[in-house]
């Protein structure tokens, strides 16, 4: 398993940006394919976004979005950084939740959690109107 730390969430208002960082303490992050996941109060953990591994010739990462944040949201990765991050633009009160970020380095359907080892401890987006 890989440690994985979110930073950069907070309290924005409809409309707002905001971006979420994720550093991992791996010496083989670019294996890695990562993933953004989020969960609302008494609601399922949801996929809303996932970039492949970039691996040993460093190609750059094929993304994926749930239909719900896609063209508003965009995920990126720094593998000098052992960081991938998750833009959030033109926020929406429906987007408030605990935003997870996670790890794999194994195949598997990409918008699913057990795909994947390794979480986050998670952190609070909360968008007010």
């Known amino acids: 398993q890989v440690p994985l730390v979110e930073s950069g969430g907070g309290l924005v208002q409809t409309g707002d940006s905001l971006r979420l960082s994720c550093t991992a303490s791996?010496?083989?992050?670019?294996?890695?394919?990562l993933g953004w996941f989020r969960q609302a109060p008494g609601k399922e953990r949801d996929f809303v976004a996932f970039?492949?591994?970039?691996?040993?010739?460093?190609?750059?990462?094929?993304?994926f979005y749930a239909n719900s944040v896609k063209g508003r949201f965009t995920i990126s990765r720094d593998d000098a950084k052992n960081t991938v991050y998750l833009q959030m633009n033109r926020l929406k009160v429906e987007d408030t939740a605990v935003y997870y970020c996670a790890a794999a380095d194994r195949l598997g359907d990409v918008s699913k959690t057990d795909k994947y080892d390794s979480w986050g401890q998670g952190i609070q987006v909360t968008v007010s109107s």
């Open positions: 791996t010496h083989a992050f670019t294996r890695y394919g």
């Open positions: 970039i492949s591994d970039t691996g040993i010739s460093h190609t750059p990462g094929r993304e």
